[in-house]
C-alpha cells in the first residue's frame, strides 16, 4: 500500500498555463505538507495544513494555491506558470505537526 | 532564528569502511533532530530521529546519529558502508516549541566505491 501519494509523477507544459498536482495520504495523519526542491536539490517548505487548516504559508507567490478538501488530501493549483517553477514538487504528512513526515513520490515539473 | 548547516556537499568512501556525514545546527531552544535520506527519482525516507534521551540513536538500515549538545552537532555514521548506502542525505532541524517548523540542510551526496 503506498502511503503518500502524488499525481501525475511528471508533468511539462508552457508558460502561462494552470495546472494542478493532487497528494494523498492513507496515512491517518493530521497534518500534510508541500515542500519545492530546486534543481541543486534545495527542499524548501511551501505549505503545511493541519486538520484542513493552513498554519504554514512560507512566502509563496500567490499563483500557487493548496486546497485540503479533507485531512487525507492535498493538492496544489498553480495558475500562470512560469520558467522558475520548473522543480520537484513533493508532499509529506506527519502524525503531529513537524515530527517523523513521510513524503511522496515526487512530481517532476518542467515548464517551456 | 534556526538553521541548519551540512558543511560537505559530497563524501566519498570505499564500501566496507566507516563513514560520517556532517551536520551542525543552531536553534534558540532544544532541538528536534532528523536525517533523512534520498534516492535517485524517490521522496525522501525517514532514517532516524533526536528528540530527547540517549544520545546514540539507532536509525534504519543500520545507521546511527550522534547528539552532540556542546557541539551543536548530529553527525550520522554506519560502522561498514555498502554501495547501496549512495544516495543524497538531508538533516533537519526544528526547535521543540511546537510553533517552530522544521528546516532542511542543504544536503550531502554520499558516494560508495565497490
Known amino acids: 500500500d503506498t502511503a503518500v501519494s502524488q499525481t501525475p509523477k511528471y508533468l511539462v507544459t508552457q508558460m502561462g498555463n494552470d495546472k494542478s498536482i493532487k497528494c494523498e495520504q492513507n496515512?491517518?495523519?493530521?497534518?500534510m505538507y508541500w515542500y519545492k526542491q530546486d534543481s541543486k536539490k534545495f527542499l524548501k517548505i511551501m505549505f503545511s495544513?493541519?486538520?484542513?487548516?493552513?498554519?504554514i504559508n512560507e512566502t509563496v507567490p500567490n499563483r500557487f494555491s493548496p486546497k485540503s478538501p479533507d485531512k487525507a488530501h492535498l493538492n496544489l493549483h498553480i495558475n500562470s506558470l512560469e520558467l522558475g517553477d520548473s522543480a520537484v514538487y513533493f508532499c509529506?504528512?506527519?502524525?503531529?505537526?513537524?515530527?517523523?513526515?513521510?513524503f511522496g513520490p515526487g512530481t517532476r515539473l518542467t515548464v517551456l | 532564528a534556526q538553521s541548519v548547516a551540512q558543511p560537505e556537499d559530497q563524501v566519498n568512501v570505499a564500501e566496507g569502511n566507516p563513514l560520517t556525514v556532517k551536520c551542525t545546527y543552531s536553534?534558540?531552544?532544544?532541538?528536534?533532530l532528523f536525517w533523512y535520506v534520498q534516492y535517485p527519482n524517490r521522496g525522501l525516507q525517514f532514517l532516524l530521529k533526536?528528540?530527547?534521551?540517549?544520545?546514540l540513536v539507532k536509525g534504519s538500515y543500520g545507521f546511527e546519529a550522534e547528539f552532540n549538545k556542546s557541539q551543536t552537532s548530529f553527525h550520522l555514521k554506519k560502522p561498514s558502508a555498502l554501495v547501496s548506502d549512495s544516495a543524497l542525505y538531508f538533516c533537519?532541524?526544528?526547535?521543540?516549541?511546537?510553533?517552530?517548523?522544521?528546516?532542511f540542510g542543504s544536503g550531502t551526496r554520499l558516494s560508495i566505491r565497490p
Open positions: 495544513y493541519n486538520n484542513k487548516e493552513l498554519i
Open positions: 533537519a532541524v526544528r526547535e521543540s516549541s511546537s510553533a517552530s517548523k522544521i528546516i
Open positions: 533526536y528528540i530527547t534521551g540517549d544520545n
Open positions: 496515512l491517518g495523519h493530521d497534518t
Open positions: 536553534v534558540s531552544g532544544n532541538p528536534y
Open positions: 509529506a504528512s506527519s502524525q503531529d505537526r513537524w515530527v517523523t513526515q513521510y
